[in-house]
């Protein structure tokens, strides 16, 4: 197969940059050239932010699964597609080769049109890290149906939002997910945000962990059973069919949750053809992907990153993708250079949380781990501190493999600032350069451009890519007011950015009330509102602090109307409640009990001083003049938790 425009470069870089500014329209053509298409697009792109508008390869037809499977089946057929392997190292290792994806892929596609479900049909998947997952996935694109993957650490009251919001009519689901020494009862989770719902007509269960799980007559089917019946059905004198779904370039093909500055998350939805071109080019060329890596990115299928970067990119690039199942610390802490070892992967992409953690357990748990196969390290999801780069190079790559700091976010798709691997220069803390393609800008707070380095600013992109989001589902101008409304004719991230000397980027972290907790977004907003949930609270403020191992921590001030003797068992309460509501990734770290909040005369929260405060400064808090009662501000300092 041919890949789509392999940089090889510094020089190749810049030319490709060159082009794709100028001739954005060539550029992206001769990309999606390299795809199979069943019928080639009439305009390459039709865009303007002020609705927003975007439009990528219009009157193209195809279907996403034909790329990341049926067209490698001639030459890669027993080629692994995925490599999985389980939570517990002792048992067996699964290997899907190509030739398997397709034929699982077919038969639950057949599985889904048996069950119902219908092109443009949305369908929640909640599952731990099995391969099931990812034939959930490609048969959900095989038929047309819009995929919405729950991440398996959210709450039954989150889920049920997320069904709501997609009026999803399916399930796919397990008994439960193993995770380290933990069992999540997936199906009772599913059970519990069902109570009430009268939209969901099926519920298709596959066996993991044999928890007990209660099936209801009429709407929950075993996926065992299903596959077993489609199997007859797709399979004739041997050959496996289930004819994919002829879709639109603009079709939706996935919707996916996730939080903004608002109470309620958002269902950034992505396209069929600008989604496949953009995370296939981007793997192929961040990681310099070579015919034969393997790939190893450690992230959960519940968020963008493993939509990405497990299933999409590396498929559609014929590669071989390790899919794991646990969790990096158990049943110990070289449980990631123990799947490098034995898979003899090439490529790894984690977050820096992951190595920050794993940086605690010092040097042993790399005895006796052979990683000479590594070749190109990555992270992605928050800004890498330094001490965390080194340790990377330095006990990961031996000091000689690139790192690939890789920005990007739910919204854009792929990923859109970061250096190539090898072939543009890495520098410590920096996401680097923008793709070909992409164009960054630092904006001041009046939407003025920043011009000229070094600079700081607001990041934003002037210009349309083929995976940036096409709106948020059921709600078309919430997505123009969240990302389009804050600076004219740009596309706002949210995050702020510095540019050095060489018009490096590194992004410096938020600048708008979401918080970065391990690499996940948590709007503050909706823990707020998840903590005022509790009977006892009256008025909660949530704010970041600077964590040393999840980048931030959530700290919460938090005023009760009731007389409490044990606060620590208030703070329980508390952590259950957000537990409930959202689930156990939104914890508060630490929880203060205060009398009165910092406001102005116009009654909004002065959370820079409350930041200050969570941060340890007692002293120096800023000009507090125009708040209604400075005094607040003392007592709040003086009771500060460490
Ligand atoms: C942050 C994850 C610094 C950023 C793919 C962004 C990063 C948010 C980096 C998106 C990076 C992601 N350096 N910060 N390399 N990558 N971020 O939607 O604040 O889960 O806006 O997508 O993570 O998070 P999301």
């Given at each position: 197969?041919?890949?789509?425009?392999?940089?090889?470069?510094?020089?190749?870089?810049?030319?490709?940059?060159?082009?794709?500014?100028?001739?954005?329209?060539?550029?992206?053509?001769?990309?999606?050239?390299?795809?199979?298409?069943?019928?080639?697009?009439?305009?390459?792109?039709?865009?303007?932010?002020?609705?927003?508008?975007?439009?990528?390869?219009?009157?193209?037809?195809?279907?996403?699964?034909?790329?990341?499977?049926?067209?490698?089946?001639?030459?890669?057929?027993?080629?692994?597609?995925?490599?999985?392997?389980?939570?517990?190292?002792?048992?067996?290792?699964?290997?899907?080769?190509?030739?398997?994806?397709?034929?699982?892929?077919?038969?639950?596609?057949?599985?889904?049109?048996?069950?119902?479900?219908?092109?443009?049909?949305?369908?929640?998947?909640?599952?731990?890290?099995?391969?099931?997952?990812?034939?959930?996935?490609?048969?959900?694109?095989?038929?047309?149906?819009?995929?919405?993957?729950?991440?398996?650490?959210?709450?039954?009251?989150?889920?049920?939002?997320?069904?709501?919001?997609?009026?999803?009519?399916?399930?796919?689901?397990?008994?439960?997910?193993?995770?380290?020494?933990?069992?999540?009862?997936?199906?009772?989770?599913?059970?519990?945000?069902?109570?009430?719902?009268?939209?969901?007509?099926?519920?298709?269960?596959?066996?993991?962990?044999?928890?007990?799980?209660?099936?209801?007559?009429?709407?929950?089917?075993?996926?065992?059973?299903?596959?077993?019946?489609?199997?007859?059905?797709?399979?004739?004198?041997?050959?496996?069919?289930?004819?994919?779904?002829?879709?639109?370039?603009?079709?939706?093909?996935?919707?996916?949750?996730?939080?903004?500055?608002?109470?309620?998350?958002?269902?950034?939805?992505?396209?069929?053809?600008?989604?496949?071109?953009?995370?296939?080019?981007?793997?192929?060329?961040?990681?310099?992907?070579?015919?034969?890596?393997?790939?190893?990115?450690?992230?959960?299928?519940?968020?963008?990153?493993?939509?990405?970067?497990?299933?999409?990119?590396?498929?559609?690039?014929?590669?071989?993708?390790?899919?794991?199942?646990?969790?990096?610390?158990?049943?110990?802490?070289?449980?990631?250079?123990?799947?490098?070892?034995?898979?003899?992967?090439?490529?790894?992409?984690?977050?820096?949380?992951?190595?920050?953690?794993?940086?605690?357990?010092?040097?042993?748990?790399?005895?006796?781990?052979?990683?000479?196969?590594?070749?190109?390290?990555?992270?992605?999801?928050?800004?890498?501190?330094?001490?965390?780069?080194?340790?990377?190079?330095?006990?990961?790559?031996?000091?000689?493999?690139?790192?690939?700091?890789?920005?990007?976010?739910?919204?854009?798709?792929?990923?859109?600032?970061?250096?190539?691997?090898?072939?543009?220069?890495?520098?410590?803390?920096?996401?680097?350069?923008?793709?070909?393609?992409?164009?960054?800008?630092?904006?001041?707070?009046?939407?003025?451009?920043?011009?000229?380095?070094?600079?700081?600013?607001?990041?934003?992109?002037?210009?349309?890519?083929?995976?940036?989001?096409?709106?948020?589902?059921?709600?078309?101008?919430?997505?123009?007011?969240?990302?389009?409304?804050?600076?004219?004719?740009?596309?706002?991230?949210?995050?702020?950015?510095?540019?050095?000397?060489?018009?490096?980027?590194?992004?410096?972290?938020?600048?708008?009330?979401?918080?970065?907790?391990?690499?996940?977004?948590?709007?503050?907003?909706?823990?707020?509102?998840?903590?005022?949930?509790?009977?006892?609270?009256?008025?909660?403020?949530?704010?970041?602090?600077?964590?040393?191992?999840?980048?931030?921590?959530?700290?919460?001030?938090?005023?009760?109307?009731?007389?409490?003797?044990?606060?620590?068992?208030?703070?329980?309460?508390?952590?259950?409640?957000?537990?409930?509501?959202?689930?156990?990734?939104?914890?508060?770290?630490?929880?203060?009990?205060?009398?009165g909040l910092p406001k102005t005369r116009s009654g909004k929260i002065m959370r820079r001083v409350l930041r200050k405060i969570a941060e340890g400064e007692t002293e120096n808090?800023?000009?507090?003049?125009?708040?209604?009662?400075?005094?607040?501000?003392?007592?709040?300092?003086?009771?500060?938790?460490?």
């Open positions: 197969m041919s890949y789509p425009y392999q940089i090889k470069s510094l020089q190749q870089y810049k030319e490709a940059y060159q082009k794709s500014v100028d001739q954005p329209e060539l550029f992206w053509s001769e990309v999606a050239d390299t795809f199979e298409w069943r019928k080639k697009w009439d305009r390459v792109l039709d865009w303007n932010f002020e609705e927003p508008k975007i439009k990528w390869f219009e009157g193209g037809k195809l279907n996403i699964t034909e790329n990341c499977i049926d067209r490698h089946l001639q030459s890669l057929g027993e080629t692994p597609a995925l490599i999985w392997e389980p939570n517990n190292p002792d048992d067996r290792v699964r290997v899907v080769t190509y030739n398997r994806l397709y034929k699982r892929v077919c038969q639950f596609a057949q599985v889904l049109k048996n069950n119902g479900v219908k092109k443009g049909d949305r369908v929640c998947i909640y599952m731990g890290m099995v391969p099931e997952l990812a034939y959930a996935i490609l048969g959900c694109a095989r038929i047309g149906a819009i995929h919405s993957v729950v991440f398996g650490g959210f709450s039954a009251q989150s889920i049920a939002d997320r069904l709501e919001d997609a009026k999803a009519e399916y399930i796919v689901t397990a008994d439960g997910a193993f995770r380290g020494d933990k069992i999540i009862p997936l199906k009772n989770v599913i059970d519990d945000a069902l109570i009430g719902n009268r939209t969901v007509k099926k519920v298709i269960v596959y066996t993991r962990t044999r928890t007990p799980v209660s099936m209801i007559k009429g709407r929950d089917v075993w996926w065992e059973d299903e596959m077993e019946f489609a199997e007859t059905q797709v399979e004739k004198e041997g050959v496996v069919s289930f004819p994919a779904e002829e879709m639109d370039a603009e079709d939706p093909l996935f919707i996916l949750y996730t939080s903004g500055s608002t109470g309620k998350p958002k269902g950034v939805v992505h396209s069929s053809a600008g989604y496949m071109i953009f995370t296939t080019y981007s793997f192929v060329n961040v990681f310099q992907y070579k015919p034969g890596d393997v790939h190893f990115c450690t992230a959960d299928i519940g968020w963008i990153t493993g939509h990405s970067y497990i299933i999409y990119g590396p498929l559609s690039a014929g590669a071989t993708s390790v899919m794991f199942e646990g969790v990096p610390t158990w049943p110990d802490a070289g449980r990631f250079w123990d799947i490098v070892d034995k898979h003899k992967v090439n490529i790894i992409y984690t977050a820096p949380t992951a190595i920050r953690s794993l940086m605690g357990y010092g040097t042993a748990p790399f005895e006796g781990k052979d990683l000479s196969s590594l070749k190109i390290l990555g992270t992605v999801g928050e800004p890498i501190n330094e001490e965390a780069w080194h340790w990377y190079n330095k006990h990961v790559g031996k000091e000689k493999c690139p790192i690939v700091d890789t920005w990007w976010q739910t919204e854009t798709g792929g990923i859109l600032i970061s250096n190539l691997a090898g072939v543009t220069p890495d520098k410590p803390t920096y996401a680097t350069l923008p793709l070909p393609g992409v164009q960054p800008i630092l904006v001041d707070e009046e939407g003025k451009e920043i011009t000229g380095n070094p600079a700081t600013g607001n990041l934003c992109m002037k210009a349309p890519w083929p995976s940036m989001l096409r709106t948020t589902y059921g709600d078309h101008e919430r997505c123009r007011l969240n990302y389009f409304s804050t600076y004219e004719n740009l596309y706002f991230t949210g995050d702020g950015a510095l540019r050095d000397e060489e018009g490096n980027y590194r992004i410096t972290g938020r600048v708008d009330d979401v918080l970065n907790v391990s690499g996940h977004r948590i709007g503050t907003a909706e823990v707020e509102n998840a903590i005022n949930m509790h009977y006892g609270i009256v008025e909660s403020a949530v704010v970041g602090y600077n964590h040393h191992i999840k980048g931030q921590g959530i700290y919460a001030y938090v005023i009760c109307n009731v007389v409490h003797t044990d606060e620590e068992h208030m703070r329980q309460d508390i952590i259950q409640t957000v537990s409930r509501i959202i689930g156990p990734i939104a914890k508060p770290d630490k929880i203060q009990f205060v009398q808090l800023g000009d507090t003049s125009t708040l209604l009662d400075p005094g607040v501000v003392t007592d709040i300092a003086n009771g500060k938790l460490n």
